[in-house]
T-cell receptor
């Protein structure tokens, strides 16, 4: 299957600093990338959807200025957590989608391994 | 609106036994997919099995199979001959055709008892 990488896998930063997380599709071109946030023992919460070359679409309640998403190419999307605070500490997961053919075409999502962010 | 419901927050099963995880969903679409994802302690999301709604035959992947009841909007996952490596969070998921988002259930944490 298609491979998606995330970097870094974990990061610790001081409150007030910004942190950038990269998501790459390694062996396919991703038309769309998704960013999720996951709290302990909870499900994935979609934060935003990004398409290459256009502005990301944020879910309700997600601060656009706090979580900056850039989708510069068909293989790379970045999430920047700006002015991070302890409440931003979480596990962030990206996925990349590739349109599939078949009776019901859809975008199958391939997930990265996630990034654990800890803000001190 | 589409929704996915997993009513079992946690389940336990003895090693080598069979366990069934429940999932119900709601949609107005007639053709769609349904997925079960596994999230082990590493937290990497792994696609376990997919079902195409227009297919009446239940999907099977080795020890994993589904019981898909389209009219009842039910999509349960059966794990046979449970192994210690099956211990994980399992998420039922519905990919929306309209905008390619995935709706996840809240998950079921599966414990395997040796």
């Amino acid at each position: 299957g298609a491979v998606v990488s995330q970097h870094p896998s974990w990061v610790i930063c001081k409150s007030g600093t910004s942190v950038k997380i990269e998501c790459r599709s390694l062996d396919f071109q991703a038309t769309t990338m998704f960013w999720y946030r996951q709290f302990p023992k909870q499900s994935l919460m979609l934060m935003a959807t990004s398409n290459e070359g256009s502005k990301a679409t944020y879910e309700q309640g997600v601060e656009k200025d706090k979580f900056l998403i850039n989708h510069a190419s068909l293989t790379l999307s970045t999430l920047t957590v700006t002015s991070a605070h302890p409440e931003d500490s979480s596990f962030y997961i990206c996925s990349a989608s590739q349109r599939t053919s078949g009776m019901v075409p859809h975008h199958e999502q391939f997930f990265g391994p996630g990034t654990r962010l800890t803000v001190l | 609106a589409q929704t996915v419901t997993q009513s079992q927050p946690e389940m336990s099963v003895q090693e080598a036994e069979t366990v069934t995880l429940s999932c119900t969903y709601d949609t107005s679409e007639s053709d769609y997919y349904l997925f079960w994802y596994k999230q082990p302690p590493s937290r990497q999301m792994i696609l376990v099995i997919r079902q195409e709604a227009y297919k009446q035959q239940n999907a099977t992947e080795n020890r994993f199979s589904v019981n898909f009841q389209k009219a009842a909007k039910s999509f349960s996952l059966k794990i046979s001959d449970s192994q210690l490596g099956d211990a994980a969070m399992y998420f039922c998921a519905y990919p929306m055709n309209r905008d390619d988002k995935i709706i996840f259930g809240k998950g079921t944490r599966l414990h395997i008892l040796p």
